[in-house]
């Protein structure tokens, strides 16, 4: 039996539950067939409806690198994609609210820069020792999957009340801080990592060595989002739930994720979002049981939800959950495979809800 998906181009593409690959739409826009195993897929994927307006554009402001390798803002002619029946939009961070570069550039050298004088500063504490103790664990996967990470001392057993000598302490210190510094050159996104940096980047915003870099047209777009009704209310005590709701996913930590929004250029932006999922809630944003998660937390069926994302492979994973997916490409962002069948946008003013 085969179930009947509407990409957000508003093609029609034919789904046989038995197998799956991915959404690909032939250039002729004929129907074609997606497949899966019901070993990597048990559940079948509901239906989704976007279009775009292919006869519609207008002109945008849009960031991009000029021959001297720094970002200006140009005009640009561009379509706009047109999302129905949307009561909530997830929005990743780097590379789509975000400059990549904010990111690579500014957060991570900040968090290997301090990185040694937080953890002997925040030594004894809870968080700290949490945090050592899971960048461990990690290491030891390493080094069990011979990835070759740097040296890692040897820490007390836990609950062994043991306190460790000021040697031993610098030396565990040094270590910690060489692996963290291994695993941000290595870009993994992994919970121990985004926790510690988290907590690094949290001294910098409030001592005002960092603000919060978003793209210039992202908060008015959202702010208009979260007045757009979805569906007329009963009453007076529901008009909250008839308007749409706004979510982050990504790869940093929840932590980091308010920080950032909580000191941007453009103010707090923390009102605007309505809850915050990282690797920890729900899991990896390569499986579509983790946007299946974020659905049931946030009460609505996967087809009422938008995920803006510049990654394909989570754009791949959302979708085969059941969620409207819509492609950002932003300065840097990684270049899309052709035929990926997704609906891009270089701003969010693209972005326009029915």
């Not at 047209?217 to 569906?231: A, D, M, S, Y």
């Not at 946030?298 to 087809?303: E, M």
Request: with cysteine; net charge negative; hydrophobic share 35%.
């Amino acid at each position: 039996m085969k179930c009947r998906v509407l990409a957000l181009f508003g093609f029609s593409v034919s789904i046989d539950p038995s197998l799956w690959k991915r959404p690909l739409l032939s250039p002729n826009r004929s129907a074609v067939s997606l497949t899966m195993t019901s070993e990597e897929k048990p559940l079948a994927r509901p239906l989704v409806e976007a279009d775009t307006a292919e006869d519609e554009s207008k002109a945008i402001k849009v960031h991009k690198k000029s021959e001297d390798g720094h970002e200006k803002e140009v005009e640009k002619e561009t379509s706009i994609v047109r999302v129905k029946d949307c009561s909530a939009i997830v929005v990743d961070i780097e590379g789509t609210t975000t400059s990549i570069s904010f990111v690579a550039e500014t957060l991570f050298p900040y968090a290997k820069e301090k990185v040694e004088a937080f953890i002997s500063e925040t030594f004894d504490t809870p968080e700290t020792k949490e945090d050592i103790r899971a960048l461990s664990k990690l290491r030891a996967e390493d080094v069990e999957q011979n990835l070759s990470p740097p040296p890692f001392p040897s820490l007390p057993e836990e609950g062994d009340g043991k306190s460790l000598a000021p040697e031993a302490k610098a030396e565990v210190v040094q270590g910690v801080a060489a692996y963290v510094k291994w695993l941000i050159g290595a870009d993994r996104k992994v919970s121990p990592l985004k926790s510690l940096q988290g907590r690094i980047w949290e001294t910098g915003y409030k001592k005002g060595d960092l603000v919060g870099h978003v793209y210039e047209e992202v908060p008015g777009r959202l702010k208009t989002w979260i007045t757009q009704p979805v569906g007329k209310p009963a009453d007076d005590s529901e008009k909250d739930k008839a308007l749409v709701k706004l979510y982050v996913y990504s790869s940093g930590s929840v932590l980091a994720q308010k920080l950032l929004f909580g000191h941007t250029s453009h103010g707090d932006l923390l009102p605007l979002f309505s809850g915050h999922f990282d690797t920890k809630h729900p899991g990896s944003k390569l499986e579509w049981k983790s946007y299946e998660t974020i659905a049931k937390d946030v009460g609505l069926p996967p087809s009422r939800i938008v995920f803006l994302t510049d990654n394909i492979n989570e754009a791949k994973a959302a979708v085969e959950c059941g969620m409207q997916v819509v492609v950002s490409i932003r300065p840097g962002t990684a270049e899309l495979p052709e035929g990926h069948g997704f609906p891009c946008v270089h701003s969010f003013d693209q972005v326009l809800l029915e």
